[in-house]
């Protein structure tokens, strides 16, 4: 260990009150202040020596110090200027860190890590956890996988079955591109400030092929979030919110076997699939 252990609710406060650091709302910013979850995050990760790893949002390095510590290269992409410098402190002399300022959804991520296989590793804000993590996978980046510290009921949507109260868009998504496992719960009490809800690490280990073959992912993804658009409205309503008559939904049913009655909630991915793959383009 190079530096003291960033996880410790003293080391943080120490390091906050010497920056002058007040956490941002704007940002979604709680400090993790647990150091059994940060191990936890990095055994999710199943971290070995000199991988390469891409980190969102290292804060004030307490993750990131988890990571190096396990022999990771990582590369770590930070919004918030003013931690900057901070990283610079907390994190000296650790040799396989790159600290880029910068939006996650804004950068270049293939220039920034033109390896060929990598993993993300990431504490994310809940405000912007959907687009980030949607970003990464339509990207279709060399990703291995995905563990991220996120909101429970987020998590819970992730990998919900079809049929339950959780199973939506965000669903369907996460599980055609990955394989999503909830590692573990984390209490608000392991951050400064607490945050008002409980958290969940997750890890999704990216799929080399999607579980379902379609002929257009535009048609796809078109067709699962009109299916979810109007919770309470049967499929075949539902569907005509892309601008198809009656008849064409109807003969789409038909064709893939669906019944209209049903609602888009209780749809597999192979029935998405199936419905998409004879939709009139």
Request: with cysteine; glycine share 6%; proline share 6%.
């Amino acid at each position: 260990m190079i530096q003291p252990t960033i996880a410790k609710r003293d080391v943080t406060m120490h390091i906050l009150q010497t920056f002058g650091i007040h956490m941002s709302k704007k940002l979604g910013q709680n400090f993790l202040v647990n150091e059994q979850i940060v191990q936890g995050i990095v055994a999710a990760a199943m971290v070995k020596a000199d991988e390469e790893v891409l980190e969102i949002g290292p804060g004030i390095g307490t993750l990131t110090q988890g990571l190096l510590e396990a022999g990771a290269r990582v590369t770590a992409v930070e919004i918030d200027r003013r931690l900057l410098d901070v990283l610079a402190k907390t994190l000296a002399g650790y040799e396989k860190l790159r600290i880029i300022h910068g939006d996650i959804l804004r950068i270049n991520i293939s220039e920034e890590m033109p390896c060929p296989k990598y993993k993300v590793v990431a504490n994310l804000p809940y405000y912007i956890t959907t687009p980030i993590i949607m970003g990464l996978l339509e990207r279709r980046l060399p990703l291995e996988l995905l563990v991220t510290m996120v909101q429970k009921e987020v998590a819970e949507r992730m990998v919900a079955a079809p049929g339950t109260k959780d199973y939506g868009a965000l669903s369907v998504a996460v599980q055609y591109y990955t394989k999503p496992e909830i590692m573990f719960i984390v209490p608000p009490s392991s951050f400064m400030p607490p945050p008002a809800v409980e958290s969940a690490v997750i890890r999704c280990l990216v799929r080399d092929e999607p579980p379902v073959a379609v002929s257009s992912e535009k048609v796809f993804f078109r067709m699962v979030k009109a299916a979810f658009s109007q919770r309470r409205k049967t499929l075949a309503n539902a569907l005509k919110t892309t601008g198809a008559s009656a008849d064409m939904v109807k003969a789409a049913l038909e064709k893939a076997g669906i019944d209209g009655g049903r609602r888009g909630e209780t749809l597999s991915l192979d029935e998405f699939a199936a419905i998409a793959n004879v939709w009139q383009q």
